[in-house]
């Protein structure tokens, strides 16, 4: 399941028996995508603010101010974000542009950006957070966490 929070609802109610509403409102600031969490991968555009629940969920979103990932297996590919938040097991984020800040509370998650993370804050054991052109502030709680740069 995925849950839009600080955007006007717009988007249409996904047909009876599920289905993928991939839609965006320009009068938004930054456009509202949803989905329906099926099977398989699905894509969504820009996004102020995704709130993304579920297992086993497959994701390629643009750019994201707020992302808040709640649940385990949960792969997603981003073009950049500005805040994330992950609470589960073994979540992956992939994102080409840069991170604001990373929150991290659970084990074996992957935070992977080919820019630059401003802050990272890990609370759990076994995670990775890479960034090809650094990390800024790191804070770990936890045991056996990679910050790697």
Known sequence: MVALTGC????PVPPPGGGVVD???DTSPRGACAIVADPGLQRLGDCEVLVVEG???TLEVGSIGTLEVRGDRI??????????SIEGQDNKLDVEGDI?????????NDVDSDGAIGSASVHGNDNEVFADRGIGRVDDRGDRNDFDS
């Open 55 to 57: 297992v086993d969920l």
């Open 75 to 84: 792969d997603i590919r981003a073009l950049a974000v500005g805040a994330v």
């Open 8 to 11: 006007v609802p717009v988007i």
């Open 100 to 108: 604001g800040s990373v929150t991290v509370r659970g084990d074996r």
């Open 23 to 25: 839609d965006r409102d």
